[in-house]
């Protein structure tokens, strides 16, 4: 009997060796004569585990990990490809309680089976949502988002249904789907995982918007850092066309999509959206104004709905189970689940989905099991580097876009990124202040200039220099950025310098 043994190809799990270890099993496996076969899966998003080797065991999935290459010989002694106990042996993957408490929706079946494959994607509940929608008009597949309160998972949290009914209502002989994939905020990586661990359900979440709205390209705008997803993209896109689940005939249907993944350079405006559809046609990215909105006049000046990889992704899910299911997860106006990156100093990182509600707290302690280092986690940072940080008293603020905007802080993309206390709150604002001055797309004066600026502010209170006055000013420059920049780089960037003088004014050498 054939074993399947399953060695992800995460770029985390590459990271740590997992083509080796699948080397060094196959070449193992051959030497003793043993018929095995290596699915190269996407990761559990268990990081300390990896590269995490999986068993199809009688029982269900068991779980050896981390597994170096030189650890296989012994693996073979113990006979794991039946699923043996070893000294690795984690047991059944999903019974592990990091995964065992989730709740995956979005992230359902990375993991599972080879991503590229499009019988392994319909093998396990794929394209069920597409079928739906090609039986479907427009309105009925906007109105299924609608009602399932989906909001953007990009960082602004914008409501899907709205987006999409405001493309679908716009008239024009070409419409547009572009997904932004250009994941730059700091501590997070769902993007990369779902787009290498299931990047049809991306192509099917797509293809369903351009159902929803009357498109029929669509693009994908992947940061250049990501080789595998791009490899993993191009491999699922090419097997959808060939199944006929892309092109001109959808399964046979009158219902064209055709899509593609553009590369950008490399520049964190270029997440945002405007930007993203200025390098997309080829020119430096650099913010739009706002209107037009992208909705009525977005790529080459067509209506285009520009969402998230994980806004898309939640849809086939959505189409397939209906709106209420989904929104039967969740909190207040966050509805369904959000998947959350654990970055930093914790002892467990990596990916938790969980329904809206979840405490940081809980993330942070039951989940990422406390620091790394051991020591007591002094500040968060959550959403990316325009985040607020969160000391210890918020860490019980609930998951949930409004009750993140209470503190002053924000949800953004779900990245988590946690601090000892030996970090230097003052560094981490200069940190943040210099990113813009780095990143700033120098459309605005408030964020090209006072960002620059804001870094001499910040060097002058270092350095003792006229502290109490430059603390008056670098508060006032907060106000200019604020309410003068044009689009949330400059806007934002006060918060995590705010959030950190607010919280933590003795790293600033004033008195709370
Ligand atoms: C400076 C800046 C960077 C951004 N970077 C990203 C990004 O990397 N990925 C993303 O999906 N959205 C990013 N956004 C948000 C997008 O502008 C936009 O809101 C999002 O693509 C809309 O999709 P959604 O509604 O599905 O979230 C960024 C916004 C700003 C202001
Ligand atoms: S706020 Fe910064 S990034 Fe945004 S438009 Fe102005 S200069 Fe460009």
């Not at 065992?100 to 994607?121: C, H, I, K, M, N």
Request: proline share 4%; hydrophobic share 40%; glycine share 14%.
């Amino acid at each position: 009997m054939t074993s399947r043994i399953f060695v992800s190809r995460d770029s985390t799990a590459l990271a740590f060796g997992a083509d080796a270890t699948a080397r060094a099993i196959e070449a193992e496996a051959k030497k003793r004569g043993i018929d095995v076969t290596i699915v190269r899966n996407g990761s559990r998003g268990m990081f300390w585990l990896e590269p995490l080797v999986e068993i199809d065991a009688p029982g269900g999935r068991v779980g050896y990990g981390p597994i170096k290459a030189a650890d296989v010989p012994a693996l073979f002694d113990a006979g794991f490809e039946r699923g043996n106990v070893h000294g690795l042996r984690v047991g059944p993957v999903e019974m592990i309680t990091f995964f065992e408490r989730q709740e995956r929706l979005t992230f359902a079946r990375v993991g599972l089976a080879d991503p590229v494959s499009v019988d392994d994607y319909r093998a396990h509940h794929g394209y069920r949502g597409l079928d739906n929608a090609l039986a479907m008009s427009g309105e009925d597949i906007v109105k299924a988002v609608t009602d399932s309160g989906l909001r953007g998972r990009g960082g602004a949290a914008f409501p899907a249904g709205i987006k999409w009914k405001t493309v679908l209502g716009t008239e024009s002989a070409q419409k547009y789907i572009v997904c932004n994939a250009d994941e730059g905020d700091s501590g997070t990586f769902s993007d990369r995982m779902l787009m290498e661990g299931d990047p049809l359900c991306l192509v099917e979440g797509m293809t369903i918007a351009g159902l929803a709205v009357g498109a029929t390209q669509g693009y994908i705008y992947l940061r250049s850092e990501y080789p595998h997803a791009h490899r993993a993209l191009n491999e699922a896109i090419a097997n959808a066309y060939a199944a006929g689940y892309l092109g001109p005939s959808i399964k046979g249907t009158s219902k064209r999509f055709d899509l593609e993944v553009r590369l950008g350079a490399g520049a964190y405006i270029c997440g945002e959206e405007t930007s993203l559809l200025d390098s997309l046609e080829g020119k430096r990215g650099q913010v739009r104004f706002k209107p037009p909105l992208p909705a009525i006049k977005g790529l080459f000046g067509r209506p285009t709905v520009i969402n998230n990889v994980i806004t898309l992704a939640s849809v086939p899910i959505i189409l397939d189970r209906g709106g209420d299911f989904y929104k039967d997860y969740g909190v207040g106006r966050s509805r369904g689940t959000l998947p959350l990156q654990l970055a930093g100093n914790l002892k467990y990182t990596g990916l938790v989905e969980k329904a809206f509600g979840v405490t940081l707290r809980e993330l942070l302690y039951d989940y990422g099991g406390g620091s790394y280092s051991g020591r007591p986690i002094r500040a968060v940072q959550v959403g990316g580097p325009l985040g607020a940080y969160l000391p210890e008293s918020q860490f019980d603020t609930v998951v949930d876009y409004e009750a993140f905007g209470q503190v002053g802080a924000m949800l953004g993309h779900g990245g988590i990124v946690a601090f000892d206390d030996t970090v230097d709150m003052l560094e981490q604002a200069r940190y943040a202040m210099e990113f813009c001055s780095i990143e700033s797309c120098g459309k605005c004066t408030p964020c090209r200039i006072g960002s620059t600026r804001g870094v001499e502010v910040i060097d002058r209170i270092r350095a003792g220099i006229e502290r109490d006055q430059n603390i008056v000013v670098l508060k006032d420059l907060f106000e200019t950025m604020r309410f003068g920049s044009l689009c949330a780089m400059g806007g934002l960037t006060p918060d995590p310098v705010r959030s950190a003088l607010q919280y933590f004014p003795e790293d600033f050498g004033v008195r709370a």
